[in-house]
């Protein structure tokens, strides 16, 4: 490390100390968890107004600190390079859905018509820069709705799916619109 390195790393330091280290009296978490966290995996930058907040509650950068501790540790459980991936329904979404992809493209959840109900199969794209790893370790996966409900649970095959019947009474339209018309896939310990 040289010496310019050096003092930006130390400066950067001193300037996280002086802001998770002030107390201020009536100080209250002003941000939510998901908005933190949001901010933290890129899905939803914080607008002008969340920084100027954040920036003002030394209790809610420490939070956002603990978030960001927990999401690194969090990581090695799931494959290096990916944290999740997040999907939300487009305004086009109307009716019947067949499938969603994720924002980043490297899933894609099919919903298909099976008999009296649905079946959820979740894809991993060939393409995905973690696919060969996330195969070869056989991470479970989880995939959740936009409140945190699970759709499906399972280890991907060899093609790179996993699948399940579809736990909810609803349709998946209906379902997904009414649980913050979002999704998001991550990996499970074990």
């Not at 901010?39 to 907040?53: K, M, Q, Y």
């Not at 899933?107 to 008999?115: E, M, N």
Request: aromatic share 4%.
């Amino acid at each position: 490390m040289n010496t310019k390195t050096a003092h930006s790393t130390a400066e950067r330091r001193l300037r996280e100390r002086l802001l998770l280290g002030r107390r201020i009296d009536g100080d209250r978490l002003v941000l939510a968890d998901s908005t933190l966290l949001a901010a933290l995996d890129g899905s939803r930058p914080l607008t002008a107004g969340e920084r100027a907040a954040l920036q003002a509650s030394p209790l809610t950068a420490r939070r956002l600190r603990r978030l960001a501790i927990e999401r690194h540790a969090d990581r090695g459980a799931g494959v290096e390079g990916w944290r999740g991936s997040h999907g939300r329904l487009r305004a086009a979404s109307g009716g019947a859905l067949e499938a969603l992809r994720t924002d980043d493209g490297w899933f894609t959840l099919h919903l298909v018509a099976d008999g009296g109900g649905w079946r959820a199969i979740l894809q991993l794209a060939a393409d995905a820069p973690f696919a060969p790893a996330l195969l070869a370790a056989r991470a479970p996966l989880r995939v959740r709705d936009g409140a945190g409900n699970v759709i499906l649970e399972g280890r991907l095959d060899a093609d790179g799916e996993c699948e399940a019947a579809w736990p909810y009474a609803d349709a998946p339209a209906v379902h997904l619109q009414a649980h913050d018309a979002a999704f998001a896939v991550e990996a499970l310990s074990g």
